[in-house]
């Protein structure tokens, strides 16, 4: 079955710690996404992907990075400079960015800090 | 800026008719998506309404109308299964599929 795979579920992130967080699909998409989800918000887009080696930043990419080396995987590095990183980690693909499809989500990564 | 709106919790009974409203303000409409999200799993399709009117897909509806901004989402013989939050999102009308999401709806569902 296709499908999108976060890892870790749970991750815990000492204080000038980076941490990064794993996304990977085997439903041959182009497109893929970050999104972060806090407790009373929506969903919020950090980064997207239109293509191997190309990504762009979302509405809140401060603290974050990513990389695009494979079609398959699309890592999140939450880094030190991101103060406030607890939070509810999605990642989603598309078939392409101009798409009508709905997004595919992963089931997410919960992010604490220790 | 960009604004949608939905309730934060709804309550219905199982085997009742339950309607969950979402208003939204944007700078542009592609569209608008349904979710539903299962605490601490991740969100899945229910529907996409592009033009106004109302698609129906067995237990699930869902109604647009782009003069008033507003979309619900209609879900019948309601099942305790279907408790969780329903997502609204707006897809904006950039040159890539960026949606803007609401808050979401929390409905429980009991017996």
């Known amino acids: 079955d296709g499908g999108i795979t976060q890892s870790p579920k749970y991750l815990f992130r000492k204080e000038g710690q980076n941490v990064t967080l794993s996304c990977e699909q085997n439903?041959?998409?182009?497109?893929m996404y970050w999104y972060r989800q806090d407790p009373g918000q929506g969903l919020r887009l950090i980064y997207y992907?239109?293509?191997?080696?190309?990504?762009q930043k979302g509405d809140i990419a401060e603290g974050y990075s990513v990389s695009r080396e494979k079609k398959e995987s699309f890592p999140l590095t939450v880094t030190s400079a991101q103060k406030n990183p607890t939070a509810f980690y999605l990642c989603?693909?598309?078939?392409?960015?101009?798409?009508?499809?709905?997004?595919?989500f992963g089931d997410g990564t919960r992010l604490s800090i220790l | 800026g960009q604004n949608i709106d939905q309730p934060t919790e709804m309550t219905a009974t199982e085997g009742a008719i339950v309607q969950i409203n979402c208003t939204y303000q944007?700078?542009?409409?592609?569209?608008l998506f349904w979710y539903q999200q299962h605490a601490g799993e991740a969100p899945t399709f229910l529907s996409y309404?592009?033009?106004?009117g109302l698609e129906e897909k067995g237990r699930f509806s869902s109604f647009l109308s782009r003069s008033k901004g507003y979309s619900y989402l209609l879900l019948k013989e309601l099942q305790m299964k279907d408790s969780a939050s329903y997502l609204c999102?707006?897809?904006?009308?950039?040159?890539?599929?960026?949606?803007?999401f609401g808050t979401g709806t929390r409905l429980l569902v009991s017996p």
């Open positions: 989603a693909s598309l078939p392409g960015l101009l798409s009508n499809q709905p997004q595919h």
């Open positions: 439903l041959n998409h182009d497109a």
């Open positions: 992907s239109q293509i191997v080696n190309d990504f």
């Open positions: 944007t700078s542009g409409f592609n569209g």
């Open positions: 309404n592009v033009l106004d």
């Open positions: 999102a707006v897809r904006l009308n950039t040159g890539f599929q960026k949606l803007v």
